[in-house]
């Protein structure tokens, strides 16, 4: 079983205001610039379904103490196969939903994608994807990220670079979402006790990353019960491995009162082929002489494997390191509160990993016992420690909880979802699904089962009226119930999962149909990131939506003018209000390999970081004015800073709403003004405006008349794009270039009198 299929067999077992700083040991915090504010709730835009999203007038203005936590997955690895692509699979060969042995399928407990998302099959650690992941949530109004450790698994280098990319981000002064970890959602043979563990140790106790902790109540936020802190959960080791990844290492100290002649392990590869390692003997520990080295290949999942250590080694300490990871491997070993040897990328970590010794005269190895038992004084004062530094809230697994105790926290329920109370009892959160692994018979089920409550799910069934998918009904029944409980936290499930194992039995269910538990299809899934094809970006700017109407929004101000000449200067810009922003930092390229063979993906299309624009009037011109972060490049570049205006606000005339476009021609002190024909991505020019630009400062004067404005008030919906066409059609300006504002939306200029 892969480590990412434990996920549903434990769902299955188990379902039968940030305020002042808690800081770590070492808690190092971040020298960030203050926020660059961008305004996204002023945003305006229509989505695909003509949508519009909505403003101060509908939403009313900002409310404190509203937030939003979003649940975030860091399991989509690099491997030697897939993607399994359910919905190609089953389109060119439907007949093997019900054969799980046709070869189309792939291999049985392979990871399987529902969907292929926007960004491609990507992996977790992609650092282009995590930063549109991070744009895009801030954009939308997303306070935290929830990242999902009820597996067990932590998922420590992805999230350390999901963690470093986003701190880059804010130290340019960009916004992104916080983090919180959920951990398992109950504590049988002490995981969530090791989970809440493992995670203080390698984030919170040496303060990495405290920029970026979401605190709730005064402490960072754990969904962990609080029992899982202390030592009466935790007499029992688990045994369970850990992957070595790549440029890491893992390592034992360990003693022995005889000779030994070998020492070794036991090593996983999860059922994949080509796996190796270089193991390592030292003296002492990790900084004592070296002993003796071997480096592994084709190394066989869970195999004992022995390095002799080239001569007899008197009784003594030792440690054992293994490292230079080929393919998928790990070491297995003993998970518990203790600190008992394991080492992980040369740094203590509580627990321990099976040792293997074969003694001087014997030829079969010895397995070594596991410290990790025996409770001491300072093993109870740590304890201690870790049970006062977090804010607890117990993660609740069933769907179907009407009556939840006081504390704890729901990621998924069914409608209509329960009231969560804090410990006090008082009104605490509420979560949000896009759709729930359950149908009204047997209950908890799989995704691929009939009778699941896909996204079309709402008022007892589902919807199969043309394109009901893209509509997400099922969420939008559950945020009516958010909003009439109306209480401080929100929990939306979920971001980016795309991924289920497939099975032949799970939790009493035997195939056929085959059995994907959390993921199916485009109907039974519960993403919002986007998708390619499909329902695109509709759950996203559904999410923006709900999220205004939960949270409120700021006044757009109308334009203060200011007489402008074009004359590249730019002086007389310095007093116009208000000023447009866009997200610094956000023209990076893309090399990254994919999910599984995926990739590598390349995106080099980034080219002017486009940070501010406004906008000033008078009696016949509108004029625009752009910044950018660098000088801009020569306007003989293709698709060079492009000015789209919808200059009437209606969405449904113009490609994309958009009337016109300039710059696609540009002079030495003119550019074109080019009006849309036919709603296609093709212009006719109707004007030569003027223009001038220098350095990084770029401004047009445009006649209203020409705009067919001639009247006040007025509002012009527009944006700003250097780089971005492709295709012509909206992923443009999500995918490439820099788009201000991002994606589908635009930013608003009220022209009054």
């Known amino acids: ?14 379902l039968l205001t940030p305020l002042l700083s808690a800081r770590g040991h070492g808690d190092r915090r971040s020298n960030l610039k203050a926020s660059w504010d961008t305004y996204s709730d002023t945003w305006v835009g229509v989505d ?18 509203k937030t939003l936590g979003m649940f975030y997955f860091l399991t989509l690895e690099h491997g030697l196969s897939g993607p399994f692509d359910n919905t190609k699979i089953l389109k060119e060969h439907p007949e093997a939903l019900n054969d799980i042995h046709n070869p189309a399928w792939g291999p ?30 801030a954009n939308a109004g997303v306070d935290v990220v929830i ?31 916080q983090f919180a970890c959920l951990c398992p959602f109950g504590n049988p043979d002490g995981i969530g006790s090791q989970t809440l563990r493992h995670l203080y140790e390698t984030v919170y106790e040496p303060g990495l990353y405290s920029d970026l902790w979401f605190r709730w109540n005064g402490k960072p936020l754990v969904m962990a019960d609080q029992s899982y802190a202390d030592l009466s959960g935790s007499s029992s080791a688990v045994h369970q491995p850990t992957e070595l990844t790549t440029g890491d290492t893992l390592g034992q100290i360990f003693s022995v009162d005889r000779s030994i002649t070998a020492v070794g392990g036991e090593f996983p590869t999860w059922a994949t082929e080509g796996s190796g390692m270089t193991m390592c003997l030292y003296k002492d520990g990790p900084n004592g002489t070296r002993l003796s080295q071997q480096h592994f290949q084709s190394v066989r999942d869970n195999s004992t494997l022995l390095l002799k250590a080239g001569q007899t080694l008197p009784p003594g300490k030792y440690y054992l390191e293994i490292s230079r990871a080929v393919g998928k491997i790990g070491w297995w070993g003993y998970s518990s509160l ?53 804010t607890y809230r117990t993660p609740i697994a069933p769907y179907d909880v009407t009556n939840p105790a006081p504390g704890g926290w729901t990621w998924l329920q069914n409608y209509p979802q329960a009231v969560q109370t804090s410990p006090t009892g008082v009104k605490e959160q509420i979560s949000v699904g896009v759709a729930q692994n359950y149908n009204s018979t047997t209950h908890l089920a799989p995704m691929s089962f009939p009778g699941a409550y896909g996204r079309s799910y709402h008022d007892g069934k589902t919807d199969t009226g043309t394109d009901a998918v893209r509509h997400g009904y099922n969420i939008s029944e559950q945020w009516r119930r958010a909003f009439e409980v109306d209480p401080p936290f929100i929990f939306v499930t979920g971001w980016n999962e795309w991924t289920a194992g497939f099975y032949d039995k799970w939790a009493g269910y035997e195939a056929p149909p085959a059995i994907f538990v959390d993921e199916f299809n485009e109907e039974n899934s519960r993403d919002i990131e986007p998708m390619k094809g499909g329902h695109g970006d509709d759950y996203y700017y559904q999410l923006v939506a709900k999220v205004r109407q939960y949270k409120g929004v700021r006044p757009l101000p109308p334009i203060s003018p200011r007489p402008i000449t074009i004359d590249g200067k730019f002086e007389d810009w310095t007093e116009v209000a208000p000023e447009y922003r866009d997200a610094i930092g956000d ?35 509108v004029y625009f004015y752009v910044r950018t972060r660098d000088d801009l490049t020569p306007a003989t570049d293709p698709d060079w800073m ?53 350095g990084n400062q770029m401004e047009i004067a445009v006649p209203l008349a020409a705009l067919g404005t001639p009247r006040f008030p007025a509002r012009i919906d527009f944006k700003w794009a250097d780089h971005c066409f492709k295709t012509g059609d909206w992923t443009d300006f999500t995918l490439n270039g820099d788009a201000a504002p991002d994606d589908r939306f635009n930013y608003r200029a009220k022209l009054l009198r």
């Open 48 to 65: 695909g379904l003509g949508r519009v999203l909505p403003d101060i007038a509908q939403v009313g203005p900002t409310r404190r103490g």
């Open 642 to 694: 492009l000015l789209y205006i919808n200059s009437d606000s209606d969405y449904k005339t113009g490609w994309l709403g958009y009337d016109f476009v300039i710059n696609r021609q540009v002079g030495s002190t003119t550019t074109s003004l080019e009006r849309n024909i036919g709603g296609r991505y093709e212009w006719r020019k109707t004007a030569d405006i003027k223009f001038a630009a220098r």
């Open 147 to 177: 990242f999902d450790n009820s597996n067990v698994v932590t998922y420590d280098k992805v999230r350390n670079t999901l963690c470093e990319v986003w701190e880059d981000i804010r130290r340019k002064g960009g916004k992104t979402p």
């Open 587 to 621: 023209t990076a390229h893309r090399n990254a390999p994919g999910f599984g063979k995926a990739g590598p993906y390349r995106n080099d299309s980034g080219r002017n970081d486009i940070v501010a624009a406004k906008v000033s009037f008078d009696t016949n011109y």
């Open 108 to 137: 049985l407990n392979s990871s399987h994608h529902w969907g292929e998302p926007l960004f491609d099959y990507y992996a977790s650690d992609d650092a282009w994807v995590l930063r549109k992941h991070a744009q895009m949530l």
């Open 338 to 390: 203790k600190q008992s040897g394991a080492y992980e990328a040369g740094k203590p970590i509580s627990g321990d990993r099976v040792v293997h010794v074969v003694y001087e005269g014997e030829t079969d190895s010895k397995t070594l016992p596991s410290p990790s038992k025996n409770f001491t004084a300072q093993d109870l004062a740590r304890a201690k420690t870790i049970h006062d530094f977090f």
């Open 1 to 14: 079983m892969t480590v990412r299929a434990i996920q549903p067999f434990l769902r299955a077992l188990l």
